[in-house]
């Protein structure tokens, strides 16, 4: 009988081209899992994840599902799995859930993480997990118009445009339930939950929001910016490595 089996993984985004398997046999965090998976089991099982991690994105509690038919117990999944992955991805915890759990599906909402250092000096043991910034920002300035993203909104301006779903015609409303900014010693972080986002989503927005704290867009920009439905009416895209997928809610 086939078990649906639930992995929550942790893994550092800097070595891998993202989560989703690539052409061309590019590292990636499912193929490296997958890769695992069918050396435990002796055949090719697809791995589910809860979405895709855009090359050089981190993630502390990624879900994903297989199922497979096997007497192991979940404990020994975990260990013979962590045991054939390389050291910059682990498998945190395996459970055995319904067979109609589907990582992606089930979902009600993801919370990312977007860490920025804010000073004059550079860090060299973070440098890999935090956006560097020595400008100057207006956080209140930020803090007021990121309450303008929480809600059901169209977040097409908020959308880099997908090479693997190009010419497709998607739905751009999104839900976001929660938006914090705060700042602690000098590192400030932005995180973000809603039901789902959008490809670079997470990422432009916080580009806009770094472009409000230092002036270069002016107040009242978000509510434009979501109106004219425009990637270019919005900021740059932030780098990837200052985004983490925290967890994911089901």
């Not at 649906?4 to 550092?12: A, R």
């Not at 090479?163 to 998607?170: D, E, F, I, L, T």
């Not at 809603?194 to 409000?212: P, Q």
């Not at 230092?214 to 895209?237: C, F, H, M, V």
């Amino acid at each position: 009988m086939l078990r649906n089996i639930k992995l929550t993984i942790e893994y550092d985004g800097t070595s891998f081209n993202g989560w989703q398997i690539q052409p061309c046999n590019k590292r990636t965090v499912q193929g490296e899992i997958e890769k695992a998976i069918a050396k435990i089991f002796k055949k090719q099982i697809r791995l589910i994840g809860s979405g895709r991690t855009d090359s050089g994105v981190h993630a502390l509690e990624q879900v994903a599902n297989f199922k497979v038919s096997t007497a192991m117990s979940c404990q020994e999944i975990q260990k013979a799995l962590n045991a054939n992955i390389a050291k910059d991805v682990v498998i945190l915890n395996v459970e055995e859930v319904p067979s109609n759990f589907h990582a992606q599906y089930s979902i009600k909402s993801k919370t990312y993480r977007y860490t920025i250092l804010h000073r004059d000096v550079r860090c060299a043991v973070q440098r890999k997990f935090c956006l560097f910034y020595p400008y100057k920002l207006n956080l209140l300035s930020m803090r007021k118009e990121a309450k303008g993203l929480i809600g059901r909104y169209n977040f097409k301006s908020f959308q880099a445009t997908d090479p693997a779903k190009r010419g497709k015609v998607m739905d751009t409303v999104r839900t976001v339930k929660r938006l914090n900014i705060r700042k602690k010693g000098n590192y400030i972080y932005i995180d973000i939950e809603a039901n789902g986002f959008l490809y670079k989503m997470v990422r432009n927005i916080v580009g806009t929001l770094l472009d409000i704290g230092n002036s270069k867009l002016p107040k009242g920009s978000i509510k434009t910016i979501l109106a004219q439905k425009s990637r270019l009416s919005a900021g740059a895209t932030a780098p990837a490595q200052g985004l983490t997928l925290l967890k994911a809610v089901y």
